[in-house]
């Protein structure tokens, strides 16, 4: 995803883009287990997040310089396909959609003076296998309806496995020359690791998750006045979701949940992401909203 104020290496173009609280496999910002009365094949998540004048980040990719109030309501289908008790466990499929309606210099403040700043379309191919391993491979489009920045198209594959660190791997490759998350002049392979492991707080049913991860740029992810910027980012902070009792056990599970996270920012004072968050190594986010599964 790209840009709202340009700065070209090869001619003249700062680029910011976005989303800090990014969704490991383009999908809803905080989805919950599936529970509530449907036990069927179906199963719809969505939410709304509210993020009060704090910038959206796309890995380590700063999208706006002067944020106010930045909405994200999303939503996501996944219909199961089959199930069996051999090495794969199960098969499904996904699709959803993500938007990014911005007050500040990126939406209403910009020069479009337009809201609606990104609309991202994905479809997931998951598969689980035994050990609690499963692989996620995902096709998306960021696109941006007041014309920010040009769509990019991405073909992305996550590993994880279910133990108590949660650990996962996420790969990421841009499909065109004409669309970047960094708007350059290559397309760019992205690798990013981390972890997410979550403990129950209290009788409430509040839970705490602490994720850590790191971006790397495998080739041309991060192009800035240097080249290609092999380290991205560092990022690690903390999530508290509360579910919402009273209406769960008739409208599916819903829950309300908040956090923050503080980004170390890689590279030189002339780097590609610390100029697009004005020079500075570090980046304080966060958000609270609310999501449902049902």
Do not use: C
Request: glycine share 16%; charged share 15%; hydrophobic share 40%.
């Amino acid at each position: 995803m790209t840009m709202f104020v340009r700065v070209r290496w090869a001619g003249a173009r700062l680029v910011l883009a976005g989303v800090a609280w990014s969704v490991l496999v383009s999908g809803p910002a905080w989805a919950q287990t599936a529970g509530g009365p449907n036990s069927g094949a179906v199963t719809f998540t969505g939410g709304f997040d509210v993020l009060p004048g704090v910038p959206y980040v796309f890995r380590g990719i700063v999208q706006e310089r002067d944020p106010k109030l930045t909405l994200w309501p999303y939503g996501d289908l996944g219909i199961a396909l089959w199930s069996g008790d051999g090495g794969l466990k199960s098969l499904g499929v996904n699709f959803g959609v993500w938007n990014s309606l911005q007050t500040g210099s990126s939406g209403v403040d910009g020069p479009t003076k337009r809201l609606h700043y990104e609309e991202n379309f994905y479809a997931t191919l998951a598969l689980r296998f035994g050990g609690g391993v499963s692989l996620g491979s995902t096709f998306t489009a960021y696109s941006s309806p007041n014309n920010f920045f040009t769509t990019v198209e991405e073909l992305s594959f996550k590993v994880s496995k279910a133990h108590m660190l949660a650990p996962y791997g996420l790969l990421a490759l841009e499909l065109s020359d004409d669309g970047q998350a960094d708007e350059g002049s290559n397309k760019g392979t992205y690798l990013e690791l981390g972890i997410g492991p979550s403990w129950p707080r209290g009788g409430a049913g509040l839970r705490l998750t602490v994720p850590v991860k790191v971006g790397l740029s495998l080739k041309d992810y991060y192009e800035g006045p240097a080249g290609d910027e092999k380290f991205g980012f560092f990022e690690a902070g903390g999530l508290v979701t509360l579910p919402i009792t009273g209406v769960s056990s008739r409208f599916g599970s819903w829950n309300v949940h908040g956090g923050a996270d503080v980004l170390f920012l890689g590279g030189e004072s002339n780097s590609l992401l610390r100029l697009l968050n004005s020079g500075d190594r570090s980046k304080l986010v966060g958000l609270f909203g609310i999501g449902v599964t049902y």
